[in-house]
């Protein structure tokens, strides 16, 4: 009994002297990335968000530049439509009546600005008069318009005149609201189209 009494304790001893002599354990490896890792992700998250940047920004420049070329392209159209408008004339008249002199008015920048454009000045006349006649109306007509374009400092070289007398009619009916559509000058861009300075 008494044996038995030691021996107990002298195997718990043995077992946890056992157990104490062992080779501690490795240590842990570290989960995840090691700081080098870490550095590299970090340079290439950085150098990502550069060139995202980058390609926003060219992008943005882009974008830019093509609603400034539409606009000016917008220009360019308007500045144009305001060339190629019509003026109407009094029966049996070449004077500029004020409503002529406000179109031609609008002009006149736009002329200064492009100095490439060169223009026809075409006038009309309606159906009463003889042809004779409404031929050489028609180009009292267009001598005013370029006559007034010249008093503006345009070099009157920049401007043909052409008369059409009767010829060609806006309406062909034979009525007042008719005639007064057919007494005009038309504006035809002959040169320099594409090189209209709208200005600002």
């Avoid at 500045?79 to 409503?99: P, W």
């Avoid at 007494?183 to 300075?197: H, L, P, W």
Wanted: charged share 30%; hydrophobic share 40%; proline share 6%.
């Amino acid at each position: 009994m008494t044996h038995r009494r030691i021996l107990v304790p002298v195997l718990a001893l043995a077992v946890f002297a056992a157990a104490c002599s062992k080779d501690p354990p490795p240590p842990v490896e570290p989960a995840g990335p090691t700081a080098e890792e870490i550095a590299a992700q970090r340079r290439a998250d950085s150098i990502r968000a550069a060139e995202a940047a980058a390609e926003r920004e060219r992008r943005a420049a882009e974008a830019e530049a093509e609603r400034e070329r539409r606009a000016m392209e917008q220009r360019m159209a308007a500045a144009r439509t305001t060339l190629e408008e019509m003026i109407f004339f009094g029966y049996d008249e070449s004077t500029l009546t004020a409503e002529a002199e406000r179109v031609l008015r609008s002009k006149l920048d736009i002329l200064r600005n492009s100095p490439q454009v060169m223009m026809r000045i075409d006038g009309h006349a309606d159906e009463r008069g003889s042809t004779e006649y409404n031929i050489a109306l028609g180009n009292r007509r267009a001598e005013a318009v370029r006559a007034f374009f010249v008093s503006f400092g345009l070099d009157e070289g920049r401007f043909q005149i052409r008369s059409y007398g009767e010829e060609r009619p806006l309406n062909p009916a034979s009525s007042e609201s008719a005639w007064a559509r057919n007494r005009r000058a038309e504006f035809v861009i002959t040169a320099g189209a594409n090189q209209i300075n709208p200005g600002m």
